[in-house]
């Protein structure tokens, strides 16, 4: 009887045990050394000067508020954008399949890929531009690479990521039964009404999944950044990978301050983004 | 009345589809016919300012790729990593995805949601505090440093698989089988084997694109001499950057995998979303 | 029984592998040219840890591999990650890497009598003719020259005249102001935006030493007025992605000029990837030049394979092919150096790098008080 209790807890030990123990070493040593320990330079001691040290460069919250904002958009608009569509596409119709498979295509292009073909796209003799001065809109190519609001790594964001909230979506809008919707309209509810009232609640569950995937996502983003992103300020990731080869004694301290206010990052501002999403659905719903 | 709306209706959906068609090949088919072009231009005539088009098309880049990059090596490396770590992914897995699938006990949603942490650590984060880690054990071997970065990190996708394979064997089956007397290895065939195949053929070949994928660990693990097809990239993007060559390494890091991905999907026709996701 | 005797087996073996290693390292003193090749011969192959123009040194060192039969490992890493792993792997008892090229000033930062096999210097045939000072460092011995380079301006005729070109400090900003954006030079990936950054630093902060290596608080802070031109005409240029970034997009017509290594250049219009009207010139106020060494690590696993191949690398023959190939300076003194890109009246404007740490600190002060901020 107790072997059987056990049985469970025993058949998790292969999958869990790597994956917990793999996470609290990574975080374990990320935290241990923004406070001093496990110095690869000098000799192990708790302190908070690297605390206090990246916390008062105006370049760190610089960069913190640069990803922060871009985890905001992206995921954002990823999310506005698939909504629609994937409620458009509840119900199949002749073609649905064709869109819904060309709208996952993305997620089969590795984001290194699309940073690429996006530089491409848009360089000074990318097809836009060409396209653009063919058209006889423009006298000369424009430069568009690199600009310094991040558009293009929102638009590489959104483009890599509305496909992921679409899946996310599309199943929970699927699994509103017609009945439902039915009972709704012949209580008088209007379209907008029934959005408001019965499709939005419903699944506000997915939307939240989504937005934190994309956000979490957005926010430690390293390839899009360094192909396509400002050259005038780093993401968190960038940022973290400079600090640590670059600042040679106290590297690794830095590194993992910015590493442990980037999960902070990461944990909070998607909770923070959801929380909110929650409570305008819930305004919406009255 | 009606025969009119629903004639607007129609015409509303076909434009709808007329558009979604347009974005499509904007936002993907232009770009990689780009790219496709790039690939092609002659490696000794160069595409320069001022002219709109390649002035002369030929295949001798891929053929000169082939031979002076270090491509063939990383295509090496990151397929026998891909292969070793779907194996072991999948033999890991495999126990803690019958617990989830077929079992209740206390605490179950408690270990679910820990088996997902991985992928909500941001990959730099993991990849670079992980090399901290590997430093600190005086473990040089990079194969086996991402070899286990990666199993870590695709856990949680074989397992989220497995276990809904594993739900969908039919306990009646099993009872059934058992009940006329067949072995332990008898019930496993009849039983759990026809429903389990398709799900473990997809989590095989999903671990195995996910890991051919991962560039943070295999970038910051790997680096300078232990290369795989993204980092090559990655190198092809930055500091070695031609465009041409770049475009040449992005089809062949692209197209092997969407191969491999429509037949994982053709084996899901039941996919969960969640599972489907390529990581970046 | 069997596994017991295979145990023992092992254990007797393995120091003796280790002494045997060791016994061939002192050895090569000893050994003469021929008999140092068989040793190569024997270890039969190596790994060249080298930074950039992998797939072209590919190339040419199968002359060198069918030669002598030793197999060359070329790995894609970039000059940062690859000087990380040399510094890392230096407790062990034997590296990943054979051979190494290194910036003629980075081995300011590290002993190299701790960290590189050597001298080399009585051990190569021709080690008495080779250089090995190179940015003003002295390596004493440890590690040659194989590479001669030079940072400029690189212009595209079709969109510029020559007598447009900025030769003075006051010339760039009166171009930034005629053209603004069309300037472009990177700052990661490469270093000639850095040189380019550096060459101007220099000129306008003038009271400082940059000969001297040592870096302070108090001399990272004379820099400011730099910082302050480059803010002040931060409209009039672009930051690229890589040295190679700035080559291809001055090659598509974006910019009118861009910092460039002349190596780098004449290699990409000698294979055929960018236009052969683009052309080169050193601005009057100066651009840093200088080149790479080449050098053994102390743990190294071939080191015999590792001295043929540096002899082969250096010697007057593979140093003539280089400079028709990639453009560089050579470095062996019977080497006939091929056409160049700049002018030659030019090269009385090239001057030596700053002296490191302190050099590094010019980027580094560049990326925090203006890129960042």
Not at chain 1, 48 to 67: D, P
Request: aromatic share 10%.
């Amino acid at each position: 009887m107790k072997r059987q209790r056990l049985t469970p807890y025993l058949l998790l030990l292969p999958g869990l045990f790597p994956i917990v123990a793999f996470m609290s070493l990574v975080v374990g040593m990320a935290v241990s050394q923004s406070i001093g320990y496990f110095n690869f330079a000098g000799d192990d001691r708790f302190s908070l000067e690297f605390w206090e040290g990246m916390l008062s460069q105006n370049q760190f919250w610089r960069v913190f508020w640069y990803s922060a904002r871009i985890a905001i958009l992206s995921s954002l608009i990823s999310v506005m954008l698939a909504y629609p569509v994937a409620l458009w596409l509840r119900r199949p119709f002749p073609g649905s399949d064709l869109i819904s498979a060309m709208i996952k295509a993305p997620l089969l292009v590795h984001g290194l890929v699309a940073a690429f073909l996006f530089v491409n796209f848009i360089s000074f003799q990318g097809f836009l531009n060409v396209a653009l001065v063919k058209l006889g809109l423009i006298d000369r190519p424009i430069r568009m690479q690199n600009d310094s609001y991040a558009i293009g790594v929102v638009i590489l964001q959104v483009w890599k990521n509305m496909p992921l909230a679409f899946l996310v979506i599309t199943g929970s809008v699927r699994a509103i039964g017609d009945d439902i919707l039915d009972a709704a309209r012949d209580l008088g509810a209007g379209s907008l009404a029934r959005l408001r009232r019965v499709i939005l609640p419903l699944t506000l569950r997915a939307l939240q999944a989504a937005l934190i995937l994309i956000f979490i996502g957005a926010a430690g983003d390293w390839s899009f950044q360094v192909v396509a992103g400002p050259t005038n300020i780093q993401s968190m990731a960038q940022f973290m990978h400079r600090v640590q080869s670059d600042n040679a004694a106290h590297g690794w301290n830095e590194a993992a301050v910015v590493a442990v206010m980037l999960m902070a990052l990461s944990l909070f501002g998607s909770l923070t983004l959801a929380g909110l999403m929650q409570l305008i659905v819930r305004r919406m719903g009255r | 009345m009606t025969t009119l709306s629903r004639s607007t209706l129609f015409w509303q959906r076909q434009l709808l589809i007329l558009l979604a068609l347009a974005v499509f090949f904007v936002a993907l088919v232009l770009p990689f016919c780009m790219a496709v072009l790039w690939s092609l231009v002659d490696p000794s005539t160069p595409w320069a300012y001022p002219a709109v088009l390649p002035p002369v098309l030929s295949l001798r880049r891929w053929v000169e790729i082939w031979t002076t990059s270090a491509l063939p090596q990383a295509m090496y490396n990151s397929y026998t990593l891909a292969a070793c770590v779907s194996i072991l992914t999948l033999l890991l897995a495999m126990p803690t995805a019958y617990a989830f699938g077929r079992m209740e006990f206390p605490g179950k949603a408690v270990a679910q949601m820990l088996t997902l942490v991985p992928l909500i650590l941001p990959g730099f984060v993991s990849a670079i505090f992980f090399s901290a880690l590997l430093i600190e054990l005086g473990l040089y071997s990079r194969f086996l440093g991402i070899l286990i970065g990666h199993t870590v990190g695709l856990l949680p996708y074989a397992i989220r698989l497995l276990s809904v394979s594993f739900s969908m064997v039919r306990q009646d089956l099993i009872d059934a089988a058992r009940d006329l007397g067949a072995s332990r290895m008898v019930v496993f065939r009849t039983a759990y084997l026809p429903v389990l195949k398709p799900g473990l053929l997809a989590a095989l070949i999903i671990v195995f694109i996910l890991s051919i994928e991962e560039f943070a660990i295999s970038y910051i693990v790997g680096a300078p001499d232990f290369t795989t097809v993204p980092t090559i990239l990655y190198s092809y993007l930055g500091y070695n950057f031609i465009r041409p060559n770049a475009a040449a390494v992005s089809l062949i890091l692209v197209v092997p995998n969407v191969l491999l991905m429509l037949i994982a999907e053709r084996l899901l026709k039941s996919a969960d979303p969640a599972v489907m996701t390529g990581k970046g | 029984m069997l596994r017991k005797v295979a145990l023992f087996a092992l254990a007797a073996v393995l120091p003796l592998a280790g002494i045997q290693t060791e016994a061939a390292a002192k050895d090569l003193a000893q050994m003469s040219w021929d008999e140092i090749v068989a040793q190569a011969k024997k270890e039969g192959q190596i790994n060249w840890f080298h930074w950039y123009s992998q797939p072209a040194m590919r190339e040419q060192v199968k002359a060198f591999e069918t030669q002598y039969g030793i197999k060359v490992t070329i790995p894609d890493g970039d000059g940062k990650t690859n000087m990380d792993k040399f510094l890392a792997e230096r407790n062990r008892q034997q590296g990943d890497i054979d051979v190494i090229s290194l910036g003629g000033s980075s081995i300011q930062n590290f002993k190299a009598e701790e960290l590189l096999f050597g001298p080399l210097k009585p051990l190569l045939p021709e080690g008495a003719k080779l250089r090995y000072v190179m940015e003003g460092t002295d390596n004493k011995g440890y590690a040659p020259a194989f590479w001669g380079n030079q940072t400029a301006i690189a212009y595209n005729p079709a969109r510029v005249s020559q007598s447009e070109l900025p030769h003075t400090l006051d010339d760039f900003v009166a171009f930034m102001r005629k053209n603004p954006g069309e300037l472009g030079f990177n700052v990661e990936n490469g270093s000639s935006g850095p040189g380019f950054i550096e060459s101007v630093t220099r000129a306008i902060v003038t009271d400082i030493d940059y000969a001297q290596g040592a870096s302070s608080p108090e001399k990272i802070a004379k820099l400011a007025p730099a910082w302050k031109w480059f803010k002040d005409n931060r409209n009039g240029y672009i930051i690229t992605a890589s040295n190679a970034d700035s080559v291809t997009r001055l090659n598509g017509g974006e910019f009118k000029i861009i910092a460039a290594w002349e190596d780098q250049l004449a290699a990409l219009q000698r294979k055929g990837e960018i236009s052969k009207d683009i052309k080169m010139y050193i601005p009057s106020f100066g651009f840093p030049g200088g080149g790479n060494v080449i050098a053994i690590p102390a743990n190294s696993k071939n080191k015999a394979a590792a001295l043929v191949l540096i002899n082969w690398l250096t010697s007057a023959k593979t140093q003539t092919e280089f400079a028709k190939s990639f453009g560089i300076a050579p470095q062996h003194p019977e080497a006939d150096s091929a056409v160049a890109l700049i002018p030659a009246a030019d090269r009385k404007f090239s001057i030596v790098w700053a002296a490191k740490p302190f050099g590094d600190e010019i980027k580094k002060g560049f990326i925090n008080q203006v890129t960042q901020n």
